[in-house]
């Protein structure tokens, strides 16, 4: 079974600042995606990047990129110059994903960082 | 519609009672996905569609819990005899499910709000 362990409960950086945070995961798979999540007090899952695994380069969408490190299933994300809406839970997720119908292709989330962005 | 759409937005119930939660996935989205956000955890995998046929129940907790989709679109999830361990926010998603890697987004509603007292 996958696992994903986001060890840093709650995490906060001063506007403008850079903050990463931090998502391990295990599985034997060889074919999956990373995602990271963000969750405002909207209660929405909003995506913020993914990964596919067969991809060395590291994924990045403006000040958003992550660190992913295949052999030490690490996949962090870094938020460069971060803004007050970037105050939110972020969930890192794992999906194995299967390219045939009837494959599930459910995400596996960690339990979240609480990040606070302060002025 | 434009989104996913989750009603009602918040629901408090007495324990025992019957709950009904709806989904309205994004139009076209063949897969829908069930969700459950306890307080302080991440979300846990309730059960999957594909069209009206859910091939993966494996999430839900109980026989307390159903789920079922019609004409491929609205989705019910159904609670008999509510426990207050049942409290958690209910998230639906739909998504393309397979094809390119563009198609493994998930797109979320805001989820409901279930309270039971």
């Known amino acids: 079974a996958q696992t994903v362990t986001q060890s840093q409960p709650e995490m906060s950086v001063q506007e403008a600042e850079t903050v990463t945070l931090s998502c391990t995961y295990d599985?034997?798979?060889?074919?999956?995606?990373l995602f990271w999540y963000k969750q405002p007090p909207s209660r929405q899952m909003i995506l913020v990047i993914r990964?596919?695994?067969?991809?060395?380069q590291n994924a990045t969408e403006n000040r958003f990129s992550v660190n992913f490190q295949k052999a030490a299933k690490s996949f962090s994300l870094k938020i460069s110059d971060s803004q007050l809406g970037d105050t939110a839970m972020y969930f890192c997720?794992?999906?194995?994903?299967?390219?045939?119908?009837?494959?599930?292709?459910?995400?596996?989330f960690g339990t979240g960082t609480l990040l606070a962005v302060q002025p | 519609g434009a989104g996913v759409s989750q009603s009602p937005s918040n629901k408090v119930t007495e324990k025992g009672k019957d709950v009904e939660l709806r989904c309205d996935p994004i139009?076209?989205?063949?897969?829908l996905y069930w969700y459950r956000q306890s307080l302080g955890q991440g979300l846990e995998f309730l059960i999957y569609f594909q069209g009206n046929s859910a091939p993966d129940k494996s999430g839900l907790p109980s026989d307390r819990f159903s789920a079922e989709r019609t004409g491929g679109s609205v989705s019910t999830l159904t609670i008999q005899r509510t426990q207050q361990e049942d409290s958690a926010v209910y998230l639906c998603a739909s998504s393309l499910v397979w094809g390119t890697s563009l198609n493994t987004e998930a797109f979320f509603g805001q989820g409901t709000r279930l309270t039971v007292v």
């Open positions: 599985t034997s798979e060889n074919n999956y995606y």
């Open positions: 997720a794992f999906m194995k994903h299967e390219r045939y119908g009837g494959a599930t292709n459910k995400l596996i």
């Open positions: 990964q596919e695994a067969y991809k060395q």
């Open positions: 139009s076209g989205h063949t897969a």
